[in-house]
């Protein structure tokens, strides 16, 4: 490892829309930049700046509606520094809620909307039950990201597919690569939770999307069992119990898992 991981740049990156580079250029104290691209494709977005950044580069990556805890930053840095390329990186990810939500939907809510800490305790603890690192928070080496293939464009806002789940294929792909999964305790975010992100309607919508990277990537004869049964389940009981959060999860689940293995390469 060398110290120019030390150096720091910002890099605000805007795909499709173009509504914050006046914002940006405002941050004159900061090493930040600007790039805009016009196709409104997180992960072609994401690829394109990544292929200008060094090969030895640390990645710190942070969505535009959360506040960055102090030394978040750094705790990626110490952790990147101790540990080395080989090794990728999660925070905590805290919700800062406009409207708290109620009982019934919390089971329901998407992990963005809900805390997520996989530290137990430690500063820094390698992740051996590894499923995935919250994209509004993670970090990894440049060199590691370009060895998995960075991002996928099939993956993310502005998808043809319409999954989502960009961080999470490539952390899969990271994890397939020999990568470690490590979790730093004292990197963390402020996640902005509307008030339409702790409705019924907002968890189904988001676990639909979900569901198809599950449904084209990795799919099983016992998993399509199970969602059909639960699909059936609840679909029965809608009619009967409009109002429950839980029958419209079920359907939007299913429905997402199925819309993603009809996409499925033969």
């Known amino acids: 490892m060398d110290e120019e991981l030390h150096a720091c740049t910002v890099e605000v990156i805007e795909n499709g829309s173009q509504e914050v580079e006046q914002v940006v250029r405002g941050y004159t104290t900061l090493p930040i930049r600007y790039t805009h691209l016009a196709r409104g494709n997180k992960s072609l977005a994401l690829n394109h700046v990544i292929d200008l950044l060094p090969r030895n580069a640390l990645f710190i990556f942070l969505d535009d509606d959360v506040a960055v805890r102090p030394g ?4 990626f840095q110490r952790a990147a520094l101790q540990l080395g390329p080989g090794h990728f990186f999660g925070g905590v990810l805290y919700p800062a809620y406009e409207v708290p939500p109620t009982g019934e939907v919390v089971p329901y809510l998407p992990p963005s909307a809900r805390l997520i800490d996989h530290s137990r305790g430690e500063e820094l603890r390698i992740v051996d039950d590894f499923t995935y690192f ?16 960075n991002f996928r464009a099939a993956f993310g806002p502005g998808a043809s597919t319409g999954a ?7 952390q899969q792909r990271l994890l ?9 305790k004292r990197a963390g975010v402020d996640h902005h939770v509307s008030a339409a992100m702790v409705t019924a309607e907002y968890a189904a919508d988001r676990i639909f999307h979900a569901s198809i990277y599950r449904g084209e990537q990795h799919p099983s004869v016992l998993h399509t069992l199970a969602m059909l049964t639960k699909l059936t389940y609840s679909a029965l009981l809608l009619p009967l119990q409009p109002t429950d959060p839980g029958h419209r999860y079920r359907i939007a689940k299913a429905a997402g898992y199925f819309r993603g293995l009809s996409q499925r390469s033969p």
């Open 72 to 75: 978040s930053v750094a705790a």
């Open 134 to 149: 919250m994209g509004a928070c993670w970090a990894c080496f440049a060199s590691d990201l370009r060895a998995a293939g």
């Open 164 to 170: 989502r789940g960009q961080e999470t294929d490539a």
């Open 176 to 184: 397939q690569c020999g990568a470690v999964p490590v979790f730093v």
